[in-house]
């Protein structure tokens, strides 16, 4: 059961889509993806993202697409992005969301509201599993979930 439909059972209330209340943020880029390396929990954190931009960026250049890298201020710093991360309030990252061609990064804050606005979505889960927490609205088609094979095992369900 996703936790979505779990905390809609244990409220009494029916599951509808989101209303997510934007603010405008002025932006360097027209066409850009965003990414959101951190979610709280360090667990749920992914060490080669640097790695991953490193591989994607020259295709992204190559079609003026630009990479803005969301979160909190003391969120680690990714190369050839524009960072945005401690600058924008969470209204003012909704808009920058709501206005990319993609959100990639792990379990987070940020991939829930991609799917609210049915972007296309790259995430990375770890330590639960990405059937129970991963993007609830949204084009199931336009969403790439990927998580470890764990060699058979569960997830830990632990920070």
């Given at each position: 059961?996703?936790?979505v439909?779990?905390?809609?059972?244990?409220?009494?209330?029916?599951?509808?889509?989101?209303?997510?209340?934007?603010?405008?943020?002025?932006?360097?880029?027209?066409?850009?993806?965003?990414?959101?390396?951190s979610?709280?929990?360090?667990?749920?954190?992914?060490?080669?993202?640097?790695?991953?931009?490193?591989?994607?960026?020259?295709?992204?250049?190559?079609?003026?697409?630009?990479?803005?890298q969301?979160?909190a201020?003391?969120?680690?710093?990714?190369?050839?992005?524009?960072?945005?991360n401690?600058?924008?309030?969470?209204r003012?990252?909704?808009?920058?969301?709501?206005?990319?061609?993609?959100?990639?990064?792990?379990?987070?804050?940020?991939?829930?509201v991609?799917?609210?606005?049915?972007?296309?979505?790259?995430c990375?889960?770890s330590?639960?599993?990405?059937?129970?927490?991963?993007?609830?609205?949204?084009?199931?088609?336009?969403?790439?979930?990927?998580?470890?094979?764990?060699?058979?095992?569960?997830?830990?369900?632990?920070?």
């Open positions: 059961m996703h936790l439909e779990q905390y809609a059972l244990s409220c009494g209330v029916k599951i509808d889509k989101p209303h997510i209340e934007t603010s405008f943020f002025p932006l360097s880029s027209q066409k850009y993806i965003t990414v959101h390396a979610s709280g929990m360090e667990s749920k954190n992914y060490d080669y993202y640097n790695d991953v931009i490193e591989l994607i960026h020259p295709y992204l250049e190559k079609e003026n697409i630009n990479i803005i969301i979160g201020k003391d969120d680690r710093k990714l190369l050839k992005c524009e960072h945005m401690g600058s924008t309030t969470i003012q990252t909704a808009y920058i969301i709501e206005n990319s061609l993609l959100h990639f990064g792990n379990d987070s804050f940020s991939t829930h991609a799917s609210g606005f049915d972007k296309k979505i790259v990375l889960y330590i639960l599993y990405k059937e129970c927490c991963g993007p609830y609205w949204g084009n199931k088609d336009n969403h790439v979930l990927l998580e470890s094979h764990r060699n058979g095992l569960k997830p830990s369900f632990s920070n």
